[in-house]
């Protein structure tokens, strides 16, 4: 699904995503930079994202930036990793190209003291979150990821959207995200084996690749949904394709996200944009969506008893579930879309030419 918004060949801003693997910060650039591109002179250098947007590499990002763009007297390079960070610094301060280094950071804890330095170093600094902007002395803004709301929306009956899973039951229960210790894959296991019981209709799916040094961890974990008999009831989807995984949302009532640790944690948001109750461990900006008895409950990190509980209170009155979904879908709408995290993005680009 390529967006034909024109790539600008000479950009005000470049926008930096240089991993190649699919992560969330991969996600978070796939889905601001066709909205961007509408309202900034912009261009991408990176790898291909699964919109169709094509990078130019970074010797072409570096030999465009020779000269700043038309009307301006910088580019600005907008990046989010510690590796972009030292390629904008070379490009800056040795090379001396007229450019300005916007930087987004998103760990909820301090960072090592390399990082912390090359941070310092930035022109512009955004956290995700007031936590992460505690760590980050020099924040010039907090801009809360944004989801996109055409993307992830609710299916036209929330009640019987499971029914096109293929699996048994007649409502569904989500974590997703990769399979492995720090996202908390085993205390959703363990919450389930205790909760499903309890809830005769509900069926619980975990979406996400378990990577090769995390396989036996999913497979002790199947060995104890077999050694329980629920086989049919906890299922290991694998990796769910990006494109695919707003239909799993969709199907879902309840999401729940219950890592060890957590920067910001997009999967629960994405959820509750398609109208699902969410049940969350405390850690990434969980706190901000989960509202105890609104729009789902909030659990200890590695907490499994608890997540049962939680997910029983929630779970128990499927129509008091569905309640809980749309007001977790109005809370994402009012704080948490994709159109809000562009502008305030702009904002701190805009700061930056003005101060010019």
């Excluded at 240089?18 to 912009?42: C, D, E, F, I």
């Excluded at 007229?98 to 941070?119: D, E, N, Y």
Aim: glycine share 8%; hydrophobic share 45%; with cysteine.
């Amino acid at each position: 699904m390529s967006h034909h918004h024109p790539i600008s060949a000479d950009p005000e801003v470049i926008v930096f995503n240089l991993k190649k693997r699919y992560t969330g910060v991969s996600a978070t650039v796939n889905a601001l930079v066709p909205l961007q591109l509408k309202q900034w002179a912009m261009a991408y250098c990176g790898t291909l994202l699964s919109n169709g947007l094509q990078g130019m590499t970074l010797r072409q990002a570096i030999r465009l930036s020779k000269r700043p763009p038309a009307g301006r007297a910088f580019r600005i390079w907008h990046v989010r990793r510690d590796h972009e960070m030292m390629a904008g610094l070379w490009a800056r301060d040795v090379l001396r190209l007229p450019i300005k280094l916007v930087f987004t950071s998103a760990a909820q804890h301090l960072h090592g003291r390399f990082p912390r330095w090359l941070i310092s170093k930035m022109d512009a600094v955004i956290s995700t979150t007031p936590l992460a902007a505690s760590f980050v002395p020099n924040t010039t803004a907090v801009v809360p990821h944004g989801i996109d709301l055409t993307r992830f929306s609710p299916p036209p009956n929330k009640l019987t959207a499971w029914a096109d899973s293929g699996l048994p039951g007649q409502y569904g229960i989500g974590v997703f995200g990769r399979v492995r210790p720090d996202k908390g894959t085993d205390v959703f296991v363990h919450a389930m084996l205790q909760a499903l019981p309890h809830l005769p209709g509900c069926t619980a799916v975990i979406a996400g690749l378990a990577q090769p040094q995390h396989q036996a961890y999913q497979q002790d974990l199947q060995r104890q949904i077999d050694a329980a008999g629920m086989h049919d009831r906890i299922v290991f989807l694998g990796e769910v394709p990006a494109g695919e995984v707003h239909r799993w949302y969709q199907r879902c009532l309840l999401c729940v996200a219950c890592p060890r640790y957590e920067p910001f944690g997009l999967t629960p948001f994405e959820a509750a944009a398609t109208g699902c109750a969410v049940v969350c461990s405390r850690t990434g900006a969980f706190d901000q969506l989960a509202i105890p008895s609104q729009t789902g409950e909030m659990v200890d990190t590695g907490d499994a008893d608890g997540l049962a509980q939680a997910v029983l209170k929630v779970m128990q009155d499927p129509q008091r579930a569905l309640q809980m979904g749309q007001a977790a879908q109005q809370r994402v709408a009012e704080h948490f879309s994709l159109a809000q995290e562009a502008a305030g993005i702009g904002r701190v680009y805009q700061q930056l030419f003005d101060a010019a």
